[in-house]
């Protein structure tokens, strides 16, 4: 029987992004006070080439699931900005411990393999007229189970708006 459209459907999408938004923290610590900057065009290329591929073998679009990936990607810069200017404003709040970036690279893989699947899963809600309604109710919901701070929370919205593939 088909599928209908809920917010439900949205849940792994918007946890899993949730998700790849705390272990920006992690990235930014892991940047924090070395020359590795916030910004790194090879590794996002390399994480849109890798999404790409899995979404083809995945049977969902490349198309979209790229487009929601550099959301993602930007998202994860809004949290890193944002803790670098904390950081900054409060150098007693800055990370004392350097985490190992390739490490951290790892588990993103890990989280970014999983959104594909969760894009190609959620294909009927993505789609609905009611999509930006269930995306919004789903934010929410994400953002007070995940415990979100404000930055995490804007961060959140920032990685989301391509989710929706209805016409605005
Ligand atoms: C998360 C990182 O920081 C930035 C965000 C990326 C991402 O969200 O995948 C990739 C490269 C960087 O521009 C990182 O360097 O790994």
């Keep these: 029987a ?3 459209p809920s917010h439900g459907q ?7 992004s949730a ?6 923290d992690q990235v930014a610590a892991a940047k924090w006070g070395t ?8 590794r996002e290329k390399e994480v849109l080439d890798a999404v790409a591929e899995q979404a083809e073998e995945a049977g969902a679009s490349p198309g979209a699931t790229v487009r929601i990936f550099r959301d993602q990607i930007e998202a994860s810069k809004v949290v890193q900005r944002g803790l670098y200017r ?3 404003a409060d150098p007693s709040s800055a990370p004392t411990e350097r985490p190992d970036l390739a490490k951290i690279r790892l588990e993103i893989n890990r989280i970014n393999g999983e ?3 969760a894009i190609a899963d959620s294909a009927t809600a993505r789609t609905a ?3 930006p309604g269930l995306l919004l109710a789903r934010a929410l919901a994400t953002g007070h189970e995940k415990r979100l701070d404000g930055l995490h929370a804007v961060a959140l919205t920032r990685a ?3 989710v929706c593939e209805t016409a605005p």
């Design 129 to 131: 007229p009611s999509c």
């Design 160 to 162: 989301l708006p391509s």
């Design 35 to 42: 020359d590795s900057p916030i910004d790194d065009p090879a």
């Design 19 to 24: 998700d790849r938004l705390l272990v920006a």
């Design 2 to 4: 088909p599928v209908a």
């Design 115 to 117: 959104l594909v699947h």
């Design 10 to 16: 949205l849940r792994p999408l918007a946890g899993l």
């Design 86 to 88: 904390k950081w900054q």
